[in-house]
């Protein structure tokens, strides 16, 4: 079993900060690429920011210059700094983990249960 568990949503008020964190575990054998995506109310869930197992990143447009994605490959951990947040940033915001485990023969996509960043005044 694989779980992903994410930490550090809530409310903020716009221009505000969150850092969001996730932390994977159980029988993983490598995690290749980590991300978050997000997903407002009707709408579908896209991607915001991901990073490779090497330190390569890759960014909405929507959030370039004001988030930071960042991980620890020791703790299998993937960290999203978020500033300048604005209300357009309102979502749940969902952990990705592209990874192997132990015991399977492929790769598969792992999410956690998601976590509600709020932007309001």
């Known amino acids: 079993q694989v779980q992903l568990v994410e930490d550090g949503g809530g409310l903020v008020q716009p221009g505000g900060s969150l850092r969001l964190s996730c932390a994977a575990s159980?029988?993983?054998?490598?995690?290749?690429?980590m991300g978050w995506y997000r997903q407002a109310p009707g709408k579908q869930r896209d991607l915001v920011a991901a990073?490779?197992?090497?330190?390569?990143?890759n960014y909405a447009d929507s959030v370039k210059g004001r988030f930071t994605i960042s991980r620890d490959n020791a703790k299998n951990t993937v960290y999203l700094q978020m500033n300048s947040l604005k209300p357009e940033d309102t979502a749940v915001y969902y952990c990705?983990?592209?990874?192997?485990?132990?015991?399977?023969?492929?790769?598969?996509?792992?999410w956690g249960q998601g976590t509600q960043v709020t932007v309001s005044s």
């Open positions: 159980g029988s993983i054998f490598r995690i290749y690429s």
């Open positions: 990705n983990a592209d990874l192997k485990t132990d015991w399977a023969t492929q790769r598969n996509d792992y």
């Open positions: 990073i490779t197992s090497g330190g390569s990143t």
